[in-house]
């Protein structure tokens, strides 16, 4: 190979790194932790964020996802989920696919709608998404061809928690992780991700609203996830249970994506405060040992960011409230006065952390353990914020209770 072709080979390597850094494929990005690597932060945060484009797309808390120069979402309008590709740069419909989904809501989760809550996937060309009632679909991403489904029914005589399909599905070496079912009757599965066969499922409790993530730990892969009623690590290769904790929360509302922090994994939920444990294995058997445990923060729906030695998140207690512990103990460093919101989603990037609210603020804090520090506040939308926000290189993506909107600073 002469040296221009050498030369070339390297500016379409770094260019397609680049575009990946930039791309925002998955629940909480391309890491699963709600770090954004690309975000180029102003030295100046601007007095207002500039709209780009705005369009309605359905109703739902599925949050949208990022691929290449596409946006993709899943959505409800009327009693049909929406699967959709918009452009990045101008909002402009590229492809769709509509199928009917009769769905009754539980009368708790009325004021939360029928739509989708579910983040899709975009992994090597391939689109997955995942309904409120339980289908979970696989598009080629470029064209929008459905190229398989499975709603479940003939595995599970119910297909979905009592509020709704909330997981999100993640790829794991060619395997679609999900759980499926419903209470008290679920899988965990793993997928082929090329054909949606069936590769090993673990059946020994019914799914959360949770989403998976995959470790490392004492040198075997494991999926970890809050399942209805426990907290659980299974083999990633064959799906063999390892670990488990007993873990239930009222109503069984288990929905906090966990964090793992060097060899510890973090945990939450409603009223259960944070808790950091190690899993270790000593004569063939794994055991969970709780290292420590804050009483003082305990998140509902809202998931964590890691930056550093330091876990910053939102409790339910006060309203909603703000808060930093020092990872290593537990110790809580600061937190926000409250009456914040039900719920945020957080981001992090740069040395700042964004929390959007379920009230359409976004509240842009200086990411240090010392003081709870707000460097700027912008109102998103005009209605309910309950999806997570996609932050990139200079974008803002929003989805409110009926609209996408791209913002830039």
């Given at each position: 190979m002469n040296r221009h072709l050498v030369a070339l080979f390297f500016v379409a390597l770094i260019c397609s790194q680049n575009l990946q850094s930039q791309d925002w494929n998955q629940w909480r990005g391309p890491n699963?932790?709600?770090?954004?690597?690309?975000?180029?932060?102003?030295?100046?945060?601007?007095?207002?964020?500039?709209k780009v484009w705005s369009v309605e797309v359905g109703i739902g808390h599925s949050s949208p996802i990022v691929s290449g120069e596409r946006v993709f979402l899943l959505s409800r309008v009327g009693e049909q989920e929406v699967v959709a590709a918009y452009g990045r740069e101008s909002g402009k419909l590229i492809w769709k696919d509509a199928y009917d989904t009769p769905y009754t809501m539980n009368p708790a989760a009325m004021s939360h709608g029928k739509g989708p809550k579910s983040t899709p996937l975009v992994a090597n060309g391939r689109l997955y998404t995942f309904g409120i009632s339980g289908i979970l679909s696989c598009y080629n991403a470029s064209t929008g061809k459905l190229l398989w489904r499975n709603d479940f029914r003939k595995k599970f005589p119910v297909q979905s928690p009592d509020f709704g399909t909330a997981m999100s599905p993640m790829i794991e070496k060619g395997m679609l992780i999900v759980?499926?079912?419903?209470?008290?009757?679920?899988?965990?599965?793993?997928?082929?991700?090329?054909?949606?066969?069936?590769?090993?499922?673990?059946?020994?409790?019914?799914?959360?609203y949770a989403s998976p993530i995959a470790v490392d730990l004492n040198g075997t892969r494991q999926i970890v996830t809050q399942s209805q009623k426990n907290i659980i690590g299974v083999a990633?290769?064959?799906?063999?249970?390892?670990?488990?904790i007993p873990f239930e929360t009222d109503y069984a509302q288990n929905s906090v994506t966990p964090v793992i922090y060097k060899d510890m994994l973090i945990f939450s939920g409603i009223d259960k405060g944070v808790f950091a444990v190690r899993v270790t294995k000593e004569d063939g058997r794994w055991s969970p040992q709780t290292v420590w445990q804050n009483e003082k923060a305990a998140m509902?729906?809202?998931?964590?960011v890691l930056i550093g030695d330091y876990l910053y998140g939102m409790t339910h207690f006060r309203k909603g409230q703000f808060f930093c512990l020092d990872a290593r103990t537990g110790e809580?460093?600061?937190?926000?006065?409250?009456?914040?919101?039900?719920?945020?989603?957080?981001?992090?990037?740069?040395?700042?952390?964004?929390?959007?609210?379920?009230?359409?603020?976004?509240?842009?804090?200086?990411?240090?353990?010392?003081?709870?520090?707000?460097?700027?506040?912008?109102?998103?939308?005009?209605?309910?914020?309950?999806?997570?926000?996609?932050?990139?290189?200079?974008?803002?993506?929003?989805?409110?209770?009926?609209?996408?909107?791209?913002?830039?600073?």
């Open positions: 699963r932790d709600g770090s954004s690597s690309s975000f180029k932060q102003p030295k100046v945060f601007p007095d207002e964020l500039k759980h499926a079912g419903g209470p008290d009757n679920g899988a965990l599965l793993a997928l082929d991700a090329e054909t949606g066969n069936e590769k090993w499922s673990w059946t020994g409790d019914g799914p959360a990633a290769a064959n799906g063999e249970l390892l670990w488990k509902y729906l809202s998931s964590p809580t460093k600061w937190t926000s006065v409250g009456a914040e919101g039900e719920n945020a989603a957080i981001i992090h990037g740069g040395s700042v952390i964004f929390f959007l609210d379920n009230n359409a603020d976004l509240t842009i804090v200086n990411a240090t353990d010392k003081k709870y520090e707000v460097l700027k506040k912008y109102t998103v939308a005009k209605s309910p914020t309950w999806a997570e926000p996609v932050i990139t290189e200079d974008e803002i993506f929003i989805k409110d209770l009926n609209s996408l909107t791209l913002w830039t600073f």
